[in-house]
């Protein structure tokens, strides 16, 4: 089951402006994770959000928690070409079950 | 470094052969995740482990199976590959508990002709 759906799909910038990816989800929650992976590779963690925290930062990253609105951001600021990749959520639902679900990620493209 | 390494990077195989994936974490991580990227799909979790000798279904196991003899490694299974299980395949591991940060293998491209 896809417990996240990302929005948008696939989103076009130039180099300099902010991206900005969400993510909806629809069980309760523990954490909401988000992946960046380059074309035909591994996906590499980003940043980790407690259900119980609404905003957090690392570097140029933002994300954002509204779990009343079972919705996650992701805000890239300043974006550089090295930023093109395809960018996921993961959720880890109070299941009990120990994996991942994830959604079907934005593709974005950092133009120079 | 971290790493959890996946066998191939790249494999092609024919209609009906056996095929084994192969992953390998260094981190002493107790869970371990098969998952198969498709376009449009994103990722789906096909089997999981918590410990040695233990195994889960996912949401798409049928066709595949797992083996973990070694809290290390985690094999994937494909009894009779097919073309519908040509796809991108993800290893990853996490420590206890789960929930907490996925670490992924470097993927295995499969294509079954």
């Known amino acids: 089951s896809q417990q996240g759906e990302e929005d948008p799909q696939a989103l076009s910038i130039q180099e300099g402006e902010n991206a900005t990816m969400n993510c909806s989800y629809k069980t309760s929650i523990n954490n909401l994770q988000w992946y960046r992976q380059n074309s035909g590779r591994g996906l590499v963690h980003l940043i980790l959000?407690?259900?119980?925290?609404r905003e957090k930062h690392s570097g140029r990253l933002r994300v954002t928690l509204d779990t009343s609105k079972k919705s996650s951001s992701l805000l890239i600021t300043a974006s550089r070409a090295a930023d093109t990749a395809s960018y996921f959520c993961a959720t880890d639902g109070n299941t009990g079950r120990r994996a991942l679900t994830f959604g079907s990620g934005t593709r974005l493209q950092v133009q120079p | 470094d971290v790493k959890v390494t996946q066998s191939s990077r790249y494999l092609v195989k024919r209609t009906g052969e056996k095929v084994f994936l192969e992953c390998v974490q260094d981190?002493?991580?107790?869970?371990m995740f098969w998952y198969r990227q498709d376009p449009g799909l994103g990722l789906r979790l096909i089997y999981f482990?918590?410990?040695?000798?233990?195994?889960e279904k996912g949401d798409i196991p049928e066709g595949y199976s797992v083996s973990r003899e070694k809290k290390e490694r985690f094999s994937l299974i494909l009894e009779s590959a097919s073309t519908n299980q040509t796809s991108m395949y993800l290893c990853a591991s996490t420590r206890n508990h789960g929930g907490g940060r996925a670490f992924f293998g470097q993927g295995t491209r499969l294509t079954v002709v």
């Open positions: 981190m002493d991580h107790e869970n």
């Open positions: 959000i407690r259900s119980n925290e």
């Open positions: 482990s918590y410990d040695v000798k233990m195994k």
